[in-house]
């Protein structure tokens, strides 16, 4: 069974930075594409960036600039580099296998504001 543990949220400032670590155990991970997701309150939730197993990066047009996703296959870790935070980056973020989802983790809360 696929679990994903996320960790790295916290309360930061507008403008600040951020940086989101993902452990998923369980799964064949060099192989398949990972995202990264947002749900803010009252919000659907979002893919806010993903990476393939050739590390090929996509954005959503929110974030493009100010976040950088990568992984390390060796550790079957994903990671998500959070720069020049916005309020309206407040949201809970999860990692997950882009398509078909496993079972969502925890995720991470992020709240910016000052």
């Known amino acids: 069974q696929v679990q994903l543990v996320e960790s790295g949220g916290g309360l930061v400032q507008p403008g600040g930075s951020l940086r989101l670590s993902c452990a998923v155990s369980g799964s064949i991970f060099s192989i398949n594409a990972m995202g990264w997701y947002r749900q803010a309150p009252g919000k659907e939730r979002e893919l806010v960036a993903s990476i393939t197993s050739g590390r090929a990066t996509n954005y959503a047009d929110s974030v493009k600039g100010r976040f950088t996703i990568s992984r390390d296959n060796a550790k079957k870790m994903v990671y998500l580099q959070m720069n020049s935070l916005k309020p309206e980056d407040t949201a809970v973020y999860y990692c997950?296998?882009?398509?078909?989802?496993?079972?969502w983790g925890q995720g991470t809360q992020v709240t910016v504001s000052s």
């Open positions: 997950n296998r882009v398509s078909p989802n496993y079972s």
